[in-house]
């Protein structure tokens, strides 16, 4: 996916916000910071380039700028702490649900709206119950007969993740695979990347299967990406769980390697990732590419 224009205020906007948990009082650190993000965004945006690798160098140059290599800290150990609050929520949606598969890939999409600083959406660690609820409700766009067969017919799966708080409901869905006998192999980030999940958050959370870390940018950034990761990526035995936008926005710029291997769950939390879906904003995806 390529930036648009409607990305370029989005990305000011979460760059002030990410500016504030960063430099905290020191206005001088926002405004250089600011100004830095602004010339990388003015020198680039015309550019065959997607949000997320825009979303990684504005997280390099606040980091570049400031001592604190983990300005989301807090949030992502908050957002944690609540999502354990409301798994058993989820897990009584799933109990309850006619079409258990459904409402297993409805938590996956509904815990995906853990997001902060994007321009007209609004997220709250503290109102992460009511948040949850509502949008499990919501329209689930895709192909979800083909997302089932998908999953039922491989036995091997790369599941890619997104954000603290949101892998909560992620280890729910895994080990719900893991009973259906699937070998998961779970893959965060090295290091913190925005709110990002990274190995030591899932380790925190006891992951017990495989963890093959991506590498330590926004989505897959493939000249960055590790060695071990890709081994697996281009593996044709592996079906792909891509979670979340960032993910979304990288692969699809070459998603048609992966052919009837590749699911998409999100939450769509933007105008650009809705229109280049043609899904109204706020919309659940699960979708199996297929062509």
């Not at 807090?74 to 949606?93: H, Q």
């Not at 495989?210 to 697996?232: K, Q, T």
Request: aromatic residues 10%; charged residues 30%.
């Amino acid at each position: 996916m390529k930036i648009k224009s409607e990305c370029i205020p989005c990305m000011i906007n979460r760059s002030k916000f990410e500016c504030d948990l960063a430099f905290k009082d020191d206005e001088d650190g926002k405004i250089g910071t600011l100004a830095e993000v602004l010339r990388f965004v003015g020198s680039h945006c015309e550019e065959d380039l997607s949000p997320a690798f825009f979303g990684t160098y504005r997280d390099r140059i606040i980091k570049w700028r400031t001592e604190n290599k983990d300005y989301y800290y807090t949030l992502k150990k908050e957002a944690n702490e609540e999502a354990k609050k409301i798994l058993p929520l989820a897990d009584k949606l799933y109990e309850e649900s006619n079409n258990k598969f459904e409402a297993l890939m409805r938590i996956a999409a509904a815990a995906n709206s853990v997001e902060y600083g994007i321009k007209d959406h609004t997220f709250s660690n503290k109102q992460f119950e009511e948040e949850f609820y509502k949008v499990f409700n919501e329209n689930l766009i895709g192909n979800l007969d083909k997302v089932e067969e998908a999953i039922r017919t491989n036995d091997k799966i790369l599941y890619l993740l997104d954000n603290s708080g949101e892998i909560v409901f992620d280890k729910f869905v895994i080990d719900k695979l893991e009973e259906m006998e699937k070998d998961v192999v779970l893959s965060p980030k090295d290091s913190p990347v925005l709110n990002d999940a990274t190995v030591d958050d899932v380790e925190e959370l006891g992951f017990t299967c495989r963890i093959v870390p991506s590498g330590h940018a926004v989505g897959v950034l493939l000249d960055e990406a590790n060695e071990d990761f890709l081994e697996y990526l281009w593996n044709p035995d592996y079906l792909i769980i891509a979670k979340g936008m960032g993910n979304y926005e990288t692969i699809s710029s070459f998603e048609y390697k992966f052919i009837e291997r590749l699911i998409y769950i999100l939450r769509v939390k933007c105008y650009s990732v809705a229109n280049n879906n043609n899904v109204p904003k706020g919309s659940l995806i699960t979708r199996l590419v297929i062509e």
